[in-house]
């Protein structure tokens, strides 16, 4: 997405050095941007592979994450963001995958994330896997809302979801996997119509005696 905002944003956090995740990181995965107004996946956290390219859900479960997305025809950044609520990889102290900790959740999501989504302003939210769930719903286990919807706080639906690798370690939910992303299929197309009915309506309404700005043909 060409936008100077979310351009400058991905800049500051590149450089960004803010908590001692910093220290253990090989670069800093910002995310993949799609459209705005669009369809937004967000993950927990850069793992080893990520970490190295730069780029989010790579390896074997962004691999299977693709697939799934190919399935209900969609692809990244094309048709949609993909985001982490922490932007640095978090490791332990032999320099393997970690997950992360509810402050750093709460840090990193906060002073980015929420940045981030500020700008995109999608219509669907998609979280994969517990720890993303987690940021927005403190108290939530993944188990419970897994294949539902909920709305937020801040005003976008949240469709909440098996992470990949998670999947990748229990074949057996693969049916269930197609099923939930299906759904996100489904309650997304059904958000993009309500806004177009919106829009028209809008139009239809201005059309009577009023006059249209330049918004209205957009």
Known sequence: MANDEIAKLTEDIIICEACYLKDSRTQVVPGLYGPKNGLCIIGEAPGYYEDKQGIPFVGRSGKLLDNMLSGIGLEREKDLSILNVIKCRPTTADNNNRTPTNSELKFCGERW????????????????????????????????????????????????????????????????????????????????????????NKRSTKGQGEQKSLTDFL
């Open 113 to 200: 994330l929420f940045k981030q989504l500020k700008l995109l302003s999608p219509k669907l939210i998609v979280t994969i896997g517990s720890i993303a769930l987690r940021f927005f719903i403190p108290s939530a286990a993944v188990t419970k809302y897994v294949g539902k919807s909920y709305d937020t706080d801040f005003g976008i639906k949240l469709y909440v979801t098996y992470h990949p690798a998670y999947i990748l370690r229990n074949y057996n939910l693969m049916d269930l996997y197609n099923e939930h992303f299906e759904g996100i299929k489904s309650l997304y197309l059904n958000l993009l119509n309500q806004n177009k009915i919106t829009s028209d």
